[in-house]
């Protein structure tokens, strides 16, 4: 399939130019700065660029010297206000074609007529080509470290890659489990910062008595036991990335000195007048929902807003179910990969995976891959699975109360005229849902006068 991206700051000019390409068989996107396009170059490598040659962040003929000549696409620039040095130099830089404002349409689809298709992920996304740290591989399931497919993951690529070349705070929101630390390693492996240091610190791992030594540094002498001085997170990522993770269990006098940080980008060592700078791009996570993390006095309101500048939530497992079969693999191949082996996930097993609730997301999923593939021989069988994941789900339905010292008779006759009545009165269905026969069902409803004579079971619904 044969992609577009167009580039123009007029919404106008920029929808009418999609419509355009769209019609001629391509899968159209727009951007209204050079920003933007870049946001979008990381999710999707399209088959032509079309360029406004000036933009309010910079120019189309800069953009394409961005772009690697060994695996751009054709760009084409366009603008209002020609001249034969502007068309000349964009030629002799790389572009593919220029064209005058307003368009024209037959020479533009003679321009598109020639664009062959190309592969929807940008080529390495971020490796070598972006010069921006370590590796970073964007494919149709995996983005970065994050694996998935599903529409809420394909919600989180974009807004990382939207907010990733960008200096502002990011707070990610997620159950324990779901992958909040991974969304902060692909935020900074796209940023500008990518070559420097990202440090993860758990809030909750630390020592109180530590932490905030451990978050601005101490002076030799500054308590019992500092016999160095010490440098603390903020210093160690000085120009990188500090991911705050579980912020919700920072003490609320550390709070107070962390929004000074992020307001004034300097802060003191313990023991020490001095005041140091640092330039950190913070990114903080909690399992927690931050309202309520502020109601109960976990939070300070004020840091949560100066945190919250671009929130992320990502989905718990459950919510994206489709997931689940393709995390296995995932995780499977790699143990396979590690041992020199060939396991599989028989097809009960895999249904079993499939229907589990995962309350703890990603991380169970793996834990409990890891633990079958151990105990497996060639082929994963569900016995090979921890006992609870054979549980049936949690029944949350109608249900009734029975009291103690009650006759079984009498708990029965209520149970199989309730499950009846929830079933809106048949018969197969309330069978099954007691783990009876039709005929055994037909004997009760007889005895309690609620059918004439029961009839031999057929498997159906009687009169």
Same mark, same amino acid.
């Given at each position: 399939m044969r992609s577009a991206l167009v580039i123009d700051d007029d919404d106008t000019t920029r929808e009418s130019l999609v419509d355009l390409v769209s019609a001629e068989g391509f899968v159209a996107r727009g951007a209204a700065s050079l920003a933007e396009a870049r946001a979008a170059l990381l999710l999707h490598w399209p088959s032509v660029i079309l360029a406004d040659l000036f933009l309010p962040d910079g120019s189309g003929i !800069?953009?394409?010297?961005?772009?690697?000549?060994?695996?751009? #696409?054709?760009?084409?620039?366009?603008?209002?206000?020609?001249?034969?040095?502007?068309?000349?130099? !964009?030629?002799? +830089?790389? !572009? !593919?074609?220029?064209?005058i404002k307003p368009v024209d349409i037959e020479r533009l689809q003679r321009i598109l007529a020639g664009v062959a298709p190309s592969l929807e992920t940008a080529p390495g996304a971020g490796q070598e080509e972006t010069g921006r740290g370590e590796e970073f591989r964007a494919t149709?399931?995996?983005?970065?470290?994050?694996?998935?497919?599903?529409?809420?993951?394909?919600?989180?690529?974009?807004?990382?890659?939207?907010?990733a070349p960008t200096s502002v705070p990011v707070f990610i929101a997620g159950e324990?489990?779901?992958?909040?630390?991974?969304?902060?390693?692909?935020?900074?492996?796209?940023?500008?910062?990518?070559?420097?240091?990202?440090?993860?610190?758990?809030?909750?791992?630390i020592s109180p008595h530590l932490i905030e030594s451990e978050m601005f540094g101490h002076e030799k002498g500054s308590f019992t036991g500092a016999t160095r001085q010490h440098r603390g997170y903020f210093e160690a990522a000085n120009g990188g990335t500090l991911f705050l993770d579980e912020i919700t269990e920072m003490a609320p006098d550390l709070q107070v000195k962390l929004l000074r940080v992020l307001e004034t980008g300097s802060f003191m060592r313990v023991g020490s007048q001095v005041a140091q700078r640092t330039d950190v791009r913070i990114i903080a996570a909690t399992n927690r929902i931050a309202s309520e993390a502020v109601a109960e006095g976990k939070l300070r309101a004020d840091l949560m807003y100066r945190l919250r500048v671009f929130p992320i939530a990502l989905p718990a497992?459950?919510?994206? #179910?489709?997931?689940?079969? +393709?995390?296995?693999?995932?995780?499977?191949?790699?143990?396979?990969?590690?041992?020199? +082996?060939?396991?599989?996930?028989?097809?009960?097993?895999?249904?079993?995976?499939r229907h589990y609730g995962w309350p703890g997301n990603v991380r169970e999923l793996r834990n409990v891959v890891h633990q079958s593939f151990i105990l497996a021989d060639a082929i994963i069988m569900p016995d090979c699975l921890p006992p609870e994941l054979g549980m049936p789900a949690r029944d949350t339905g109608p249900c009734i109360t029975v009291r103690i010292g009650s006759r079984i008779s009498d708990v029965e006759r209520r149970l199989i005229l309730a499950t009846l009545e929830q079933c809106n009165g048949s018969k197969v269905q309330t069978a099954e849902a007691l783990g009876v026969s039709v005929k055994t069902l037909y004997n009760r409803l007889h005895e309690y006068g609620v059918i004439g004579d029961a009839p031999v079971a057929t498997g159906t619904d009687g009169p």
């Amino acid at each position: 399939m044969r992609s577009a991206l167009v580039i123009d700051d007029d919404d106008t000019t920029r929808e009418s130019l999609v419509d355009l390409v769209s019609a001629e068989g391509f899968v159209a996107r727009g951007a209204a700065s050079l920003a933007e396009a870049r946001a979008a170059l990381l999710l999707h490598w399209p088959s032509v660029i079309l360029a406004d040659l000036f933009l309010p962040d910079g120019s189309g003929i !800069a953009f394409i010297q961005e772009l690697d000549s060994t695996s751009r #696409p054709p760009v084409v620039l366009m603008t209002g206000h020609a001249s034969l040095d502007t068309s000349i130099d !964009a030629l002799r +830089l790389g !572009a !593919a074609d220029y064209l005058i404002k307003p368009v024209d349409i037959e020479r533009l689809q003679r321009i598109l007529a020639g664009v062959a298709p190309s592969l929807e992920t940008a080529p390495g996304a971020g490796q070598e080509e972006t010069g921006r740290g370590e590796e970073f591989r964007a494919t149709a399931e995996r983005f970065g470290r994050l694996i998935g497919t599903s529409s809420p993951m394909r919600l989180v690529y974009e807004q990382i890659a939207r907010v990733a070349p960008t200096s502002v705070p990011v707070f990610i929101a997620g159950e324990s489990g779901t992958g909040k630390e991974l969304v902060a390693h692909a935020i900074h492996e796209l940023s500008r910062r990518a070559g420097q240091s990202l440090l993860a610190v758990n809030c909750s791992a630390i020592s109180p008595h530590l932490i905030e030594s451990e978050m601005f540094g101490h002076e030799k002498g500054s308590f019992t036991g500092a016999t160095r001085q010490h440098r603390g997170y903020f210093e160690a990522a000085n120009g990188g990335t500090l991911f705050l993770d579980e912020i919700t269990e920072m003490a609320p006098d550390l709070q107070v000195k962390l929004l000074r940080v992020l307001e004034t980008g300097s802060f003191m060592r313990v023991g020490s007048q001095v005041a140091q700078r640092t330039d950190v791009r913070i990114i903080a996570a909690t399992n927690r929902i931050a309202s309520e993390a502020v109601a109960e006095g976990k939070l300070r309101a004020d840091l949560m807003y100066r945190l919250r500048v671009f929130p992320i939530a990502l989905p718990a497992l459950r919510e994206r #179910p489709e997931d689940i079969e +393709l995390l296995a693999g995932f995780f499977l191949n790699e143990l396979n990969a590690q041992d020199g +082996l060939c396991k599989s996930f028989s097809s009960e097993t895999r249904s079993i995976l499939r229907h589990y609730g995962w309350p703890g997301n990603v991380r169970e999923l793996r834990n409990v891959v890891h633990q079958s593939f151990i105990l497996a021989d060639a082929i994963i069988m569900p016995d090979c699975l921890p006992p609870e994941l054979g549980m049936p789900a949690r029944d949350t339905g109608p249900c009734i109360t029975v009291r103690i010292g009650s006759r079984i008779s009498d708990v029965e006759r209520r149970l199989i005229l309730a499950t009846l009545e929830q079933c809106n009165g048949s018969k197969v269905q309330t069978a099954e849902a007691l783990g009876v026969s039709v005929k055994t069902l037909y004997n009760r409803l007889h005895e309690y006068g609620v059918i004439g004579d029961a009839p031999v079971a057929t498997g159906t619904d009687g009169p």
